[in-house]
């Protein structure tokens, strides 16, 4: 593939292939490291720094009994003997230079986060090009945000159309507009996350205002409005688990033309991440209560009937 597009590089930190929650059928999904938005409750913390960065899992290591390879490597001394005799990581020495993860044999180190080029991952979706066409699948960008590295993912989508490929991208919309409008060119579903509606709450729970984002999905529906959008709201016990949180999304987007609605219940699945990064979750004690995603889903089919749900 020699098209400048194919050069463009930037950072992912997994390329996950046969998912089929991000898209239609059955899909390569992208994960653009970076992310605007701190939302306390992410289940991907991976994914937040821009940056490529260390991961530890102490369950693997081999113990200093039997390797001291990461302690001999580090030259900025952020690797330490801890009680139980394995390494202790102290974050606010390590540079992320991921030297460590080379040399430890038991892939207690590793690094989230690589440089990739447009071609490569081209390559990893068209691999599985015979189950897309069948499926009516193909690739989705999501993360982090893809549009916080919005060359690489507009050369990315792109290209991805020059191939015939299905494209998806999932976004918290929280970027400049015209990158957004010029990534939704080259789109085939939109996926946009809708998390809160009253600003304050917005800012306390997720880091920002939501007023670009409200702006930019109204302004992308505008430039582009023929294109599917499904509108996504994770429901996160304690904060927006209740019907006034959930009608105000929904009497936002009731109206716009070809846009459905997911709800996502909340998962822990992220909370060992929190730990390999030396990070901690906050809400990990949190769960829903029975029935509260039914109880939603009704009440929204009983307000808007009209907006198709996703199930
Ligand atoms: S990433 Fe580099 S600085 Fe950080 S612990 Fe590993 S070797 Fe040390
Ligand atoms: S290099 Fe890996 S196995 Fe060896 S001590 Fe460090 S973390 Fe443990």
Known sequence: MG????RVKGILFNIQQFSVHDGPGIRTIAFFKGCPLRCIWCSNPESQSATPELAYNPERCLTFDHCVRCLEICTPGAIHKNDDNRPRIDR??????????????AKALW??????????????????????ARSGGGLTLSGGEPMHQPAFAIALLEEARRHRINTAMETCG?????????AAAHLNTL????????????????????????????????????????VRTPIIPGINDNAEAI??????????????????????????????????????????????????KQMVHH?????????
């Open 174 to 182: 929280h970027c400049r507009t015209a990158d957004l409008v010029s």
């Open 111 to 132: 690094g989230y986060g690589e440089t990739t080029s447009v071609a490569q991952v081209l390559e990893a979706v068209e691999r599985d090009g015979v189950f897309y």
């Open 247 to 296: 009608a105000a999304i929904v009497d936002f987007i009731a109206g716009m033309p070809r846009v459905r609605y997911e709800m996502l219940a909340y998962h822990r699945m992220g909370t060992p991440k929190y730990g390999y990064l030396g990070r901690t979750y906050e809400i990990a004690e949190t769960a829903l209560a029975d029935g509260r995603m039914t109880q939603l």
């Open 191 to 230: 996926i946009y996350d809708l998390k809160i509606m009253d600003d304050s709450l917005h800012r306390q729970y997720t880091g920002v205002s939501n007023a670009l984002i409200l702006s930019n999905l109204k302004q992308v529906r505008q430039a582009c409005p023929q294109l599917p959008v499904l």
């Open 92 to 105: 606010r020495l390590c540079t992320q230079c991921l030297l460590c993860t080379d040399a430890c044999p």
């Open 303 to 311: 307000r808007h009937p009209d907006l198709p749900l996703v199930q």
């Open 3 to 6: 098209t400048p597009n194919a």
